[in-house]
């Protein structure tokens, strides 16, 4: 255990972890049944379009989500996509900027304009009153983001979109198997996404699925994620290719298997970052639990640099050099990123305090107790040394910190 900051790797001592623990990494899972149905899909060399795992993947996300209706795509973001293409949204789209870039880029993408509207800081979701200020003539819908697999305060944002007539779904690429008061995450929008890339507790290497009980939207996705065939009367934009293949369902199908497993172990990690880090001031591990059923994908902790004495920054850096590479879900806002920067927006003061303390640590299948406890201590020793390390730091070298928000969560590297 370090106790000393030039025992620290940052200022020259020896990493803490020779293998990196890493955000994100992918959870295990039992290989052979994956190859098996890999087999399975080769030997009947039905490889995509809405081939038999693909169907058995949707019919499995459909039961988790409580809707009836899954449509599986090639990522999140084509499904957000496809979802708005569909809903005929127009205009402006209201959703936090408190999300990874993916939920605003998908609609800019496609012709929409996305207005941030600020989060409630005890949930870090959507506050339905702020919601209801920004809305104006044009906005045709509320995107809301179940963040870190909170589920969103659906009930007052229903009320919001009902009395402006506007559509509600969610962006729940957090939130797969997280529930609130017995409700689903995927059953509580119009319809919601799910992610299963490589980093999400369920993985299809990379996949999506839109989630809803409208039937007719289903079909609507379902066409338009194959070239807009078979959809009455088409579509004025034609349609696109987001569709799942056989080998990303057969991931799919093989991580859901081992989803349980998975959840039981991210709870496991949590409540022993929880433990461990329980009474150290100005370190604050956040409390899913409180906010309903979690797949606990995400140990947030915040740090308070005013208690500390460090920025969320700088202890990124100094746990980066010891091996253990966190992420900051989700700093900047997505306000500040290219290309809303510069834009005019509501004031969004939570989100950005939030921004700037957030921390994700690495948890899930491929983390052990011994690790947790080891990257706590290191957590401890740059809070409890937290003036004397920045003094260090600026001392020796003032370089800028932390690179902005510019991948989605990493297996080791960027994409
Ligand atoms: C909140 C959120 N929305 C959307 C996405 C995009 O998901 P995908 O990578 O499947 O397109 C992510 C990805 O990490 C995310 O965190």
């Known amino acids: 255990m370090k106790s000393a900051l030039s025992d620290l790797a940052f200022f020259g001592g020896p990493a803490a972890f020779d293998q990196p623990l890493l955000v994100g990494r992918p959870n295990r899972i039992d290989r052979a049944r994956l190859y098996e149905r890999l087999d399975r899909a080769l030997d009947s060399q ?8 693909v169907r058995e993947f949707e019919e499995r996300v459909a039961g988790l989500a409580g809707v009836r209706h899954a449509v599986a795509t090639c990522n999140a973001t084509a499904g957000l996509q496809l979802l708005a293409h569909a809903a005929g949204l127009t205009g402006e789209v209201i959703m936090p900027s408190m999300t990874f870039a993916a939920t605003p880029h998908a609609l800019r993408w496609i012709g929409l304009t996305p207005v941030f509207a600020d989060i409630d800081p005890d949930t870090g979701n959507l506050d339905p009153d702020q919601v209801a200020a920004a809305v104006t003539p044009r906005t045709s819908a509320v995107v809301g983001v179940h963040l870190w697999g909170r589920p969103c305060a659906a009930d007052q944002l229903r009320k919001v979109a009902d009395e402006h007539g506007l559509r509600l779904y969610f962006d729940a690429a957090h939130a797969l198997g997280c529930a609130v ?18 980093t999400k507790a369920v993985n299809a290497f990379e996949g999506g699925a839109v989630v809803t009980d409208d039937a007719d939207l289903a079909a609507r996705i379902r066409a338009l994620h194959n070239f807009g065939f078979d959809l009455p009367g088409g579509s004025p934009a034609g349609g696109t290719n987001a569709k799942m293949s056989e080998a990303a369902a057969a991931m799919g199908l ?19 970052y929880r433990e ?26 915040e740090i ?20 253990v590479h966190t992420r900051a879900y989700f700093s900047p806002g997505c306000h500040e990123l290219e290309p809303y920067r510069g834009q005019p ?32 201590d290191l957590l401890r020793l740059c809070a409890t040394r937290g003036r004397e390390l920045t003094a260090r730091h600026r001392d020796t070298a003032p370089a800028p910190l932390a690179a902005p928000q510019t991948s989605t969560p990493t297996i080791g590297r960027s994409r």
């Open 46 to 53: 039905w490889l995509s379009n809405g081939g038999p795992l």
């Open 181 to 198: 008061d017995g409700r689903p995450a995927g059953s509580l929008g119009d319809a919601e996404v799910f992610s299963f890339h490589a």
């Open 254 to 272: 093989t991580s859901l298997d081992a989803f349980p497993e998975v959840i039981d172990r991210n709870r496991r990690n949590h409540a022993a």
């Open 345 to 376: 927006h509501a004031p969004l003061p939570h989100t950005e305090r939030l921004a700037a303390r957030v921390l994700s640590l690495p948890t899930g299948t491929a983390i052990g107790d011994d690790d947790i406890r080891r990257v706590a």
């Open 276 to 301: 461990h880090l329980a009474d150290l001031p100005g370190v604050l591990v956040a409390d899913h639990d409180r906010h309903g059923l979690n797949n606990h994908q995400y140990v947030i902790v």
């Open 304 to 323: 308070d640099e005013a208690t500390t004495g460090i920025h969320r920054d700088l202890v990124m850096e100094v746990l980066k050099a010891e091996g």
